[in-house]
């Protein structure tokens, strides 16, 4: 049998790999990832044993049509029949479904250092997702604009995120990761700077667009990153950390932002974090090695990335235009008929082309579709709170900045802490305990603060949005892992980027929501006591939902 010749990551010819077959066992195995050992044969095992002797990478893998790792070099399909066994051995790390990946306790390829720095892009990125939140009063005193206009500064940093992060694999098979973290952070740090020099909303939101475009990219990148140059079993560790971007940074960004808004004026943040950007991207210019990823290029489809745009967009700005023009308005219903037709119009093309944006057979999977569905009424639970409480109390019971900020600061410290925790805990004691608990923390938290708009207390806001934050930070990383780890092959790529982007998504929508929520009982375009309980009361309605699920479906 003629095999075509292997290349590796750099480009270079290797040995191709060494293929030696098996009878068929008669039971039939159940392990398909990188790493299992499928119904092993005396021939394949003492194969396996006599060539790791020599230092070489081997699996025990079937070719069931491409279920199970596939060859280096090679597409996945049936190679040697059905249900027959091989054992397979390369110098290279193993590749599932186009993504490198490396196999248990190998050595990393790049340092902690290096990580370190993009990590540290990541952060920043994640810093200023919901800063703006809490200076939305002095912006919207400062240019004339109304809640629901101001609102789109949050607003748009998300739609940014699910309209990119769907692209980020296209781009890695295109162009070299060094390069997209260093264009993407420069970047980052352009729209920071815009930001905080903007002396009009035109140019404010210009400058959120690009901080959006930005984090969109190096979000899902480093966890790419991660998946092709670190073993497997640190990818706990080390997602737990880069989950402080995710977790812990959006929490922590409103409570910085209100002491600098307090102390300095609200632009100050954005100038620190504007400089910290820069010099980080030189950093990765100097440090970051390249060929940290590969994968086989394929052409992408203008039409979905279109569709996409205009089908998502189209609905936030249905949400948008109901704050202030009310639900039933032209400006409202015209968008969210035309975003919804295009939503419908790109699922079903991605049925029917070769290189969709997005592989639809992943929902197949129960836990998968189960998985994002709760990752979407989590961050839709979650985002939307950290604009309503900042808002609510200062146009309501009239807190200081700092004092909306602070209530958000007990969130932060449980972020920092559970968020590497979960993922060390869900190792050890399994995904149920650790979700399951992160759950009934949410709902704990979340339904007494149905009462927001009432509320003068300080301290007690404080300790209900803790209780909510440790809650929230105990099921981020859990969910998402757990939602993608039963996929196989081809489909991890596509089910991690369909995650990321409707969890994105569904953040922006649910911000949307509860500002539109907030306005009811009082004037159009601002906020009341009445409205914030309503938004708090979504935010309630899906934490319960969230509840439900993950003790009916999440079983492993």
Same mark, same amino acid.
């Given at each position: 049998?003629k ?9 270079t010819?290797?040995?191709p790999p ?5 009878g068929a066992?008669k039971?039939r195995s159940?392990?398909?990832s ?14 396996l ?5 020599l230092?070489?990478t ?27 066994f091989f054992?397979v051995?390369t110098h ?9 990946t ?9 340092g902690y ?19 703006v ?10 240019t ?7 609102q789109?500064l ?6 940014c995120?699910?309209?990119?992060i769907p ?5 890695v098979?295109?162009f ?15 729209g920071t700077?815009?930001v905080?020099?903007?002396?009009s909303?035109?140019?404010l939101?210009?400058?959120r ?7 969109g990219v190096?979000?899902?990148l ?17 997602m737990?950390?880069i ?16 002491i600098?808004?307090d ?12 400089v ?13 090695p ?5 994968g ?9 990335v ?6 998502f967009?189209?609905?936030l ?5 109901a ?5 039933l ?9 035309v ?5 419908v ?5 991605q ?13 197949r ?5 189960? +998985? !994002?569905?709760?990752v979407? /009424? %989590?961050? *839709?639970?979650?985002?939307g709170?950290?604009? #309503?409480?900042p808002? &609510? ?5 009239g ?6 900020g602070m209530?958000?600061?007990?969130g ?6 559970m968020n590497?925790?979960s993922?060390?805990?869900m ?6 305990p650790v ?7 949410l709902v704990?938290?979340?339904?007494p603060?149905?009462?927001?708009g ?5 301290w007690?806001i404080?300790?209900?949005q803790?209780?909510r934050?440790?809650?929230i930070?105990?099921l ?7 939602s ?22 569904a953040?922006?929508? +649910? !911000?949307s929501?509860?500002? /539109? %929520?907030m *306005?009811?009982?009082g004037a159009?375009?601002? #906020?009341?006591?009445? &409205?914030?309980d ?10 319960v ?12």
């Amino acid at each position: 049998m003629k095999r075509p010749p292997l290349v590796t990551p750099g480009g270079t010819m290797k040995r191709p790999p060494i293929v030696i077959p098996s009878g068929a066992p008669k039971a039939r195995s159940r392990g398909t990832s990188s790493g299992s050992r499928l119904g092993p044969t005396s021939a394949c095992m003492r194969s396996l044993d006599s060539l790791r002797s020599l230092g070489m990478t081997g699996t025990l893998a079937r070719d069931d049509e491409g279920v199970g790792p596939a060859i280096p070099g090679r597409p996945a399909r049936p190679i040697l029949g059905k249900r027959r066994f091989f054992c397979v051995f390369t110098h290279s790390p193993v590749i599932m479904g186009g993504m490198q990946t490396t196999g248990e306790n190998t050595k990393a390829r790049i340092g902690y250092g290096i990580l370190a720095i993009m990590v540290l892009g990541t952060i920043l990125g994640g810093l200023l997702q919901n800063a703006v939140s809490t200076v939305l009063p002095a912006i919207m005193a400062e240019t004339g604009v109304t809640v629901g206009v101001a609102q789109w500064l949050v607003t748009m940093f998300q739609l940014c995120l699910g309209i990119v992060i769907p692209l980020v694999a296209f781009l890695v098979r295109r162009f070299d990761v060094k390069s997209l973290f260093v264009v993407s952070t420069a970047l980052f740090a352009a729209g920071t700077f815009l930001v905080a020099a903007g002396d009009s909303f035109t140019l404010l939101f210009v400058g959120r667009f690009l901080q959006g475009i930005a984090a969109g990219v190096s979000f899902p990148l480093i966890q790419v990153v991660v998946f092709q140059n670190y073993p497997r079993n640190r990818w706990g560790t080390i997602m737990g950390i880069i989950g402080l971007a995710f977790g812990f940074a959006p929490n922590i960004g409103p409570t910085i932002a209100g002491i600098c808004a307090d102390i300095w004026g609200w632009r100050s943040m954005f100038w620190a974090v504007a400089v910290l950007s820069a010099v980080t991207a030189v950093l990765m210019a100097v440090f970051l090695p390249r060929g940290l990823a590969n994968g086989e290029a394929r052409k992408l489809d203008w039409p979905s990335v279109v569709l996409s745009t205009l089908g998502f967009g189209g609905v936030l700005l249905s949400f948008t235009n109901a704050t202030d023009a009310g639900p039933l308005s032209a400006a409202c219903l015209i968008p969210l008929a035309v975003g919804t037709l295009c939503m419908v119009v790109f699922l079903a093309r991605q049925r029917r082309i070769d290189n969709p944006l997005w592989d639809l057979d992943a929902f197949r999977d129960r836990d998968f579709t189960v +998985g !994002t569905i709760m990752v979407c /009424l %989590l961050f *839709s639970a979650f985002i939307g709170v950290t604009l #309503v409480i900042p808002m &609510g109390m200062q146009a309501v019971q009239g807190f200081s900045t700092l004092e909306a900020g602070m209530a958000l600061l007990p969130g932060t410290i449980a972020a920092l802490i559970m968020n590497p925790l979960s993922g060390i805990l869900m190792d050890r004691i399994g995904v149920r305990p650790v979700i399951c608990f992160g759950s009934v923390l949410l709902v704990a938290g979340t339904i007494p603060m149905m009462q927001l708009g009432e509320m003068t207390d300080l301290w007690l806001i404080m300790a209900l949005q803790g209780v909510r934050t440790f809650g929230i930070s105990s099921l981020i990383q859990p969910i998402s892992t757990w939602s993608v780890r039963s996929l196989h092959g081809r489909l991890i790529p596509d089910g991690t980027s369909i995650s990321n982007t409707l969890r994105q998504v569904a953040a922006a929508l +649910g !911000t949307s929501v509860m500002v /539109l %929520l907030m *306005s009811i009982g009082g004037a159009a375009g601002s #906020v009341s006591a009445f &409205g914030v309980d309503v938004a708090i009361a979504f935010s309630a309605v899906c934490s319960v939902a969230l509840l439900v699920l993950s003790f009916a479906f999440v079983r492993k």
